[in-house]
């Protein structure tokens, strides 16, 4: 999948004003409608204008699409970071599926899933109405899942300056982060999101939560994975070794005739929750290096005397 350059497809600057968007988008319709144009590509060139339109017309996409942007050019292969879009606060529920579905894989990549602003809603409402809910992508630390915690986390919410530009705003809120939160799950602040008309209630802001890589641990579910390397030695002739864990170290007892792969499970040592989470250690055979003539010599003796063709299922 390739990088988009969206304010290129349109032919405008990358800090055009809304208008000039606007009027570039009518031009660019009007030359490359299926219904009215005689260029060759045209019903291609009109879905590539409508889809760069949708990402620049609106604030918030185009504020969390500009951040992206920076680093990528026009044609390079393109993988979205999975951080990409976190701390951006997002009016509304985005584009649904029906919109999504006519444009391309590099849009869904970053908006299909309903990122990205909305302009309905209370806008279009009458005297007295709720006012839009806010989403926001947050990254959380493993330690303040397991433990819970409250953390300072900021914002950035697009919008638009009197000149037709977009900037960004931010905001600090203290958020309690639930004990045993989880990938996906979301933290509802009640009475955060866009203000209400008529002195109705404002919306409610809803963080999705994202757990940050941890340097020991991988987290699915509610169940947490760790590797241990293990000596040959251990593995073939069974060891009690020191393993950490969330909760401290603890004593783990490795079976003899242990191999690569292999899973020791913890029971309960996960996430917390309502059925707790387990610990699966991952063996990890990790050989001594040969880098002495000793170890050399005993590599030497080991291939003499034991015989063992790691090969021998492959059906020579």
């Given amino acids: 999948m390739e990088f988009k350059d969206y304010y290129a497809v349109m032919g405008v600057a990358r800090d055009a004003a809304q208008d000039e968007i606007k009027r570039a988008y009518r031009k660019l319709a009007r030359k490359y409608h299926p219904d009215v144009s005689k260029e060759k590509d045209a019903e291609a ?22 951040r992206l942007a920076s680093s990528w050019r026009p044609g390079e292969e393109f993988r979205p970071p999975p951080d990409w879009d976190a701390g951006f606060e997002f009016s509304g529920g985005g584009v649904g599926p029906e919109a999504g579905s006519a444009f391309s894989d590099f849009f869904e990549s970053l908006f299909g899933r309903g990122r990205g602003g909305g302009t309905g809603g209370a806008r279009g409402a009458t005297f007295r109405a709720r006012g839009q809910d806010h989403h926001a992508k947050v990254l959380v630390d493993l330690e303040d899942s397991l433990q819970g915690a409250t953390r300072a986390i900021t914002l950035r919410m697009p919008e638009l300056t009197a000149d037709g530009h977009v900037t960004t705003r931010e905001r600090t809120l203290n958020v309690r982060i639930p004990q045993g939160v989880r990938n996906g799950q979301q933290i509802r602040l009640a009475g955060h999101g866009g203000a ?17 890589p941890h340097p020991l641990y991988r987290v699915d579910g509610t169940d947490l994975y760790l590797d241990l390397p293990v000596a040959p030695w251990e593995a073939a002739l069974g060891a009690t070794v020191q393993v950490p ?19 020791l499970r913890l029971k309960g040592r996960g996430l917390p929750a309502r059925e707790p989470g387990d610990l699966y250690v991952v063996l990890r055979v990790t050989l001594p290096p040969a880098d002495t003539e000793r170890a050399r010599a005993l590599y030497r003796r080991m291939q003499e005397e034991l ?10």
């Fill in 45 to 66: 060139r009109f879905k590539e204008v409508g889809e760069a339109y949708e990402v620049l017309k609106d604030p918030e996409k185009r504020a969390a699409y500009d």
């Fill in 196 to 212: 209400g008309l008529g002195n109705a209630p404002p919306g409610d802001l809803y963080l999705e939560v994202e757990l940050r």
């Fill in 245 to 263: 864990t969330p909760a401290g170290t603890v004593d783990l007892k490795i079976p003899a005739g242990s191999a690569t792969d292999r899973k």
């Fill in 307 to 316: 015989h063992f063709d790691p090969r021998a299922g492959l059906g020579r």
